[in-house]
Structure formats: structure tokens, C-alpha cells
């Protein structure tokens, strides 16, 4: 089991810190992406395309490995990881945890990982899907994978960020990230 939680935090920590999007499913690889020339992380964007975990941004035939990850992207991806690569069937959402993501594309992706407790809203009952991530939110999302209990870990409150960062480095989510700013957006 800890072998798998180890496994599974690394592949997380390698999906937060590459530039993607995942929005649609028509990109099968690198070299379907237009801008693939700009694509940094050629080796890690090649596996997590082939394993459907991000598929390009809008029609699929660019990658922008600048833009910024939003929270609606994290949890798609976040959900895929766990389903085995896999879109996994969510059905259609019936009761939304949150106001704004009614109809929102993510939103069977938001709830899947909500009903898990992997992410939390803003505290005025939304989510902000459209929002960007940081490293520390996208942080605690991973933590929550690995099944820390944000109210038990001290992951809410004022000093959720300190705390975030504090654990996910003794669970080794910023290992070999020498120049990370945990307060940066996610590209």
C-alpha cells in the first residue's frame, strides 16, 4: 500500500508540473500537438497523452505548455490518474457540490473528486473551475489523493498553505524541485 501511495504521489507531482491542458480527446500524442516544439517535458507529455491523461487543449491540436492549469483541468486529470489512464464513466450529475459548476464541462470530474474529499471550494459554496492552480492547491489536491484528511492535517484555515507545503514535501511531492515557488501558477 505504500509502495502504491509512493507510485501514485510521484505520477500526480509529474502531472501537476507540466504544462497541459485537457479538454478534448482528439490529440493521440506529442506529435499531434502543433506547438509540440515548444513542449519542454517531451518524455513526460508523450506518456501522459498515451495514457490519456491529457489529450491537448480545446480541439486537441495544441498543447500551450504555457498556459496556466485551471482547477476544472487539475481535477480532470486527478480523475483520470485514478481511474488507470481511463475517462472513467461519471454519468450525469444530479447534485452539484457547488454552485458555479453547473453545465461546466468538468463538472462529473469536480464531483468525482469532491465526493473523495480531493478538492474543497472557495468556503462560499464554489468551486471556481475556471480559476488557475498553484503549486501549494494543487498540492493539497494531490494530498487529498493520498487520502490526508484536510481538517485532520491541518490543510484548512489560515495556515493551510504553510501546512500544504510542509506535508507535501515529507511525502515527497516537491522532491527534485529545486526552484519550485509553491505559490506560482501551474503551467
Not at 50 to 72: H, M, Q
Not at 138 to 157: D, I, Q, R, T
Amino acid at each position: 500500500m505504500r509502495n502504491l501511495k509512493r507510485a501514485l504521489s510521484l505520477a500526480l507531482a509529474a502531472i501537476m508540473l507540466i504544462g497541459m491542458m485537457v479538454v478534448s480527446a482528439s490529440a493521440t500524442g506529442l506529435d499531434d500537438f502543433s506547438d509540440k516544439d515548444k513542449v519542454v517535458n517531451k518524455d513526460a507529455v508523450s506518456m501522459l497523452t498515451t495514457l490519456g491523461v491529457i489529450n491537448g487543449k480545446e480541439d486537441g491540436s495544441y498543447f500551450d505548455p504555457t498556459g496556466n492549469v485551471t482547477r476544472a483541468e487539475m481535477a480532470k486529470m486527478i480523475c483520470v490518474v485514478l481511474n488507470g489512464g481511463k475517462d472513467p464513466s461519471l454519468g450525469d450529475v444530479t447534485k452539484y457540490s457547488y454552485t458555479d459548476t453547473v453545465g461546466h464541462w468538468a463538472a462529473p470530474y469536480i464531483e468525482y473528486c469532491a465526493i473523495r474529499s480531493i478538492v474543497a471550494g472557495k468556503g462560499d459554496g464554489t468551486f471556481a473551475p475556471n480559476e488557475t492552480v498553484t503549486g501549494s492547491q494543487a498540492a493539497k489536491m494531490l494530498l487529498g489523493v493520498l487520502g490526508y484528511s484536510a481538517e485532520k492535517s491541518g490543510l484548512v484555515g489560515n495556515d493551510w498553505a504553510i501546512n500544504t507545503n510542509v506535508l507535501a514535501n515529507q511525502n515527497g511531492l516537491y522532491k527534485k524541485l529545486a526552484n519550485l515557488n509553491a505559490n506560482t501558477l501551474l503551467t
